[in-house]
């Protein structure tokens, strides 16, 4: 089975990157509050980066015909005909409104023919369950997707049997997704937008994919350009279950160049394929269950594997940022020039601006604990905007309140303060409960030197 772990991506911000064991995809409310009301999304500005159709043909191939262990699948599946879904569980409060906005999506998007039910047969169930209970069957899993099942008792019970077994379908008739129920409302909705694609398409991952959900390095949390298009194809009339990679293969090509006529430029060079090795020590510099040494020492690994590889995509960025990850607490000014090498890497490409957003709170907060808020102001400016259109509250949330900092550094307390009850608005979405919206806020206000560490 495949699960998804919960591990830090940034300083000041936790998120999921997903490993894999097994054959099962998976990713990682609010009561009465003192804080300002909390701020929600409404529909998606969708950014849409040129996409070249024969990168996309090869996308496609290696994102549905393999799953994330590995594991070649032998046949494409999907849903044929309609899809219902419905919700069971003790659903969280915001889950209605932003599942709500994703199936509007899937259907003016990517095409697909998707309605809500309360009947229990019906092909997808959404199941919130606490997160105790996921974990007491996936234990590092946020969230996660199972075919022919309809309940998280079911799937206990099921698990060890073949008709669980992705590899097993020939088609798609009853998948189950279970999603946190106690979990911040961005975290819930992440899960819904992650699992729901793997419901429905592709259920691999690739590190070579800027700008998708279905890239391990988890950047983006709600469904992407990219994204669509490879749902859409993946329900386009000239494909159907059960067909064979060499048959999709041969399809493929006339059904992008009528989705994606712009992408008809001619054959890019092809991206290399990620070895296993760098993906372990990516793993390891990032996990929950390295120690120090050990995530230095892989990180390190993972950066000369980069190298050896000739690598100038988003892959190489990711690695330098592992590795100041790792060299945070030892040494911050080595960690500080990786930041600075993954964000020259990031910068290359319009499709890795989100990665830049995050790479920004890092060298952000060197510029507020040296008390430096014109720095600040100029590091953060320029990632609000992607932030927002990404509708990662968590991200824009953090940057607000580093602005607001740096604003206080200035002088400019007023414009300081009306940033940062903006930001707390976000930060509820984005966190979930008081104390941890309030942490946040304490851990990013002891940066300046104003502000030291009680």
């Known amino acids: 089975m495949m699960r998804r772990l919960l591990l830090p991506f940034v300083l000041l911000l936790g998120a999921c990157v997903p490993v894999t064991e ?105 199941e919130a369950v606490s997160r105790a209970d996921i974990r007491r069957v996936l234990p590092q899993a946020a969230c996660f997707v199972v075919p022919n099942v309809g309940s998280l008792r079911e799937y206990r019970g099921a698990r060890r049997n073949p008709r669980t077994n992705w590899a097993q379908l020939t088609t798609r008739d009853r998948i189950a997704i279970f999603v946190p129920r106690d979990a911040s409302p961005q975290e819930t909705r992440d899960c819904l937008h992650e699992e729901l694609a793997q419901a429905l398409g592709p259920l691999n991952d690739l590190y070579r994919l800027p700008n998708s959900v279905f890239n391990d390095d988890n950047v983006h949390t709600v469904l992407t350009h990219f994204d669509m298009l490879m749902l859409r194809a993946t329900y386009a009339p000239e494909l159907r279950s059960g067909m064979s990679r060499s048959q999709v293969a041969e399809r493929l090509p006339a059904i992008f160049a009528r989705l994606n006529p712009a992408g008809q430029t001619g054959p890019r060079p092809r991206a290399a394929p990620t070895p296993q090795a760098w993906r372990e020590a990516i793993q390891t510099a990032l996990g929950p269950r390295s120690g120090e040494a050990a995530r230095r020492t892989a990180a390190r690994q993972a950066v000369a594997i980069a190298e050896q590889q000739g690598w100038r995509d988003s892959r190489r960025g990711f690695a330098h940022y592992a590795l100041g990850r790792a060299l945070q607490g030892t040494d911050p000014v080595a960690a500080r020039r990786q930041y600075l090498v993954a964000d020259g890497f990031y910068a290359r490409s319009a499709s890795t601006r989100l990665h830049r957003a995050y790479v920004a709170t890092q060298l952000a907060a060197y510029d507020l604990a040296a008390g430096d808020g014109p720095a600040a102001l100029r590091r953060i400016a320029p990632h609000l905007g992607p932030a927002r259109a990404a509708q990662n509250a968590s991200l824009l949330a953090t940057l607000q309140l580093m602005r607001a900092e740096a604003l206080d550094l200035t002088g400019r307390q007023a414009e300081a303060s009306s940033v940062r009850l903006d930001s707390l608005g976000w930060a509820r979405y984005g966190f979930g409960p008081d104390w941890a919206v309030r942490a946040k806020q304490r851990e990013i206000a002891t940066l300046t030197p104003q502000n030291p560490p009680a």
């Not at 929600?40 to 090869?58: H, K, S, W, Y």
């Not at 549905?64 to 594991?71: A, K, P």
């Open 22 to 126: 097994g054959n099962t995809p998976s990713r990682a409310v609010i009561a009465d509050s003192t804080l300002p009301p909390m701020k929600t999304f409404g529909r998606a500005e969708i950014f849409r980066p040129p996409l070249d159709n024969a990168t996309l043909v090869q996308d496609f191939l290696d994102l549905s015909f393999q799953l994330e262990s590995g594991r070649p699948l032998p046949v494409l599946t999907r849903f044929e005909g309609p899809i219902s879904l419905r919700v069971t569980g003790a659903p969280p409060p915001t889950l209605a409104a932003d599942l709500g906005l994703l199936l509007a999506r899937l259907r003016t998007e990517a095409g697909i023919d998707i309605r809500t039910t309360t009947r229990p047969e019906a092909s997808i169930t959404i």
